[in-house]
């Protein structure tokens, strides 16, 4: 049989294949401790449940709007422009299947052969992929632990041509945690504009923040920005809803309804009901958020004063998210045989930084229990140890 060229173009998520992995080990009985998934601990908010529940109970098992539920359109544009200063109606704005897939349908809608997106690495494993499976490049800017992982304006220019079309910006970052600051995203922009081209803003985790750190959208930065500017989010990190897959864009209407269109013959509506208990995230207190976050702050201190205590291994500070991005080089080992090594021996699921770009380094997820956290740090202690 044979399979369609661009199949062989694009490479597995190492995240879901060493999830699955680890999650096949536990169904053996055996003790693993996860840091792989980027998916909270927490259950749903129980007020979210109970809005999917009675929208059950509504009758709302029906075919929807392929753009997504009017209400939930109409509160997304409302948390927009009252948190992000962003100012779009209804219509600027797509509910798609999970925040992923918003990403997807964009770039299926913006980008084709030819066409080059910068990316600047390390980055979320399926950026250069969704870009390959659309038939355009990816460029990747490296960056930098020395600069907590952040691209320069300098690097950004240099990496502009004739030939590209966008950038992506994931600010509060997956897989390190960095969060660009309000004058590094008001220079980026000036570049976006002077340039004449588009930029994605991923925002998954802007409720993910620690310290004193900030999260400026850069389309709310000024009117020329936003005009170039595309903001993809979802509920599934700040309110503990990976599973429900709900997730939107917002942006200039031409591309929204582009991707309607694509959307229209890939997926029709997103999952009716769990719009419904989507919309309640958004028109309820938003308690739950933080008392997630104040746990994350917690167990982010711990981890990376432990990280930075095992000899071999170091990693910056996150700003926001709940990973902690860790150099092993001084380890002797790549990535990959790394993870592979540390999970077969000491039954601790880690992600190799190959798949974000990055070789020398594997990203912890701290989405998980303080008490996890401690015993998988203490495997991965003597786990390092033995290397040497």
């Avoid at 709310?220 to 599973?243: D, Q």
């Avoid at 190799?352 to 380094?361: K, V």
């Amino acid at each position: 049989m044979k399979l369609a060229a661009r199949v062989n173009e694009v490479s597995p998520s190492l995240t879901l294949v060493i999830t699955a992995k680890a999650k096949a080990m536990k169904a053996k009985g055996i003790d693993v401790c996860s840091f792989s998934a980027g998916e909270p601990d927490f259950p749903t908010p129980q007020h979210i449940c109970e809005a999917a529940q009675r929208a059950i109970d509504d009758g709302k098992t029906r075919y929807g709007a392929v753009t997504g539920e009017l209400k939930l359109r109409e509160a997304i544009a409302k948390r927009l422009q009252t948190k992000n200063k962003l100012s779009y109606s209804p219509d600027n704005i797509i509910v798609t299947n999970g925040g992923k897939h918003s990403l997807y349908g964009l770039i299926q809608a913006l980008i084709e052969a030819g066409d080059e997106v910068i990316i600047p690495a390390p980055y979320w494993v399926s950026y250069p992929e969704m870009v390959k499976l659309a038939g355009g490049t990816p460029i990747l800017i490296e960056t930098s632990a020395a600069n907590n992982y952040r691209i320069t304006t300098e690097q950004l220019r240099e990496a502009i041509t004739d030939k590209t079309k966008l950038l992506v910006l994931n600010s509060p970052s997956n897989p390190t945690g960095t969060v660009y600051p309000p004058a590094e995203i008001r220079a980026i922009a000036d570049i976006v504009v002077e340039q004449d081209i588009l930029v994605v803003s991923d925002e998954i985790y802007e409720n993910i923040l620690y310290d004193d750190a900030e999260h400026l959208s850069i389309g709310a930065v000024n009117p020329e920005i936003f005009a170039r500017t595309i903001t993809s989010n979802g509920f599934a990190k700040s309110y503990s809803m990976t599973g429900w897959r709900v997730g939107y864009a917002a942006g200039p209407l031409e591309i929204i309804q582009a991707m309607a269109k694509i959307q229209g013959h890939s997926t029709s509506n997103i999952c009716s009901f769990a719009q419904y208990g989507a919309i309640a995230a958004l028109e309820n207190s938003q308690d739950c958020v933080q008392e997630m976050l104040n746990a994350f702050a917690e167990r982010r201190e711990f981890i990376y004063q432990a990280i930075n205590g095992i000899p071999a291994l170091s990693c910056p500070k996150p700003d926001g998210a709940f990973y902690v991005f860790v150099d092993i080089s001084k380890t002797g080992l790549k990535s990959l045989e790394f993870c592979n090594s540390l999970l077969d021996s000491y039954q601790v699921a880690t992600i190799p930084g190959i798949a974000f770009g990055a070789d020398n380094c594997i990203r912890i997820s701290y989405a998980t229990s303080l008490d996890t956290i401690k015993q998988g740090i203490e495997r991965l202690s003597n786990f390092v140890n033995s290397l040497t």
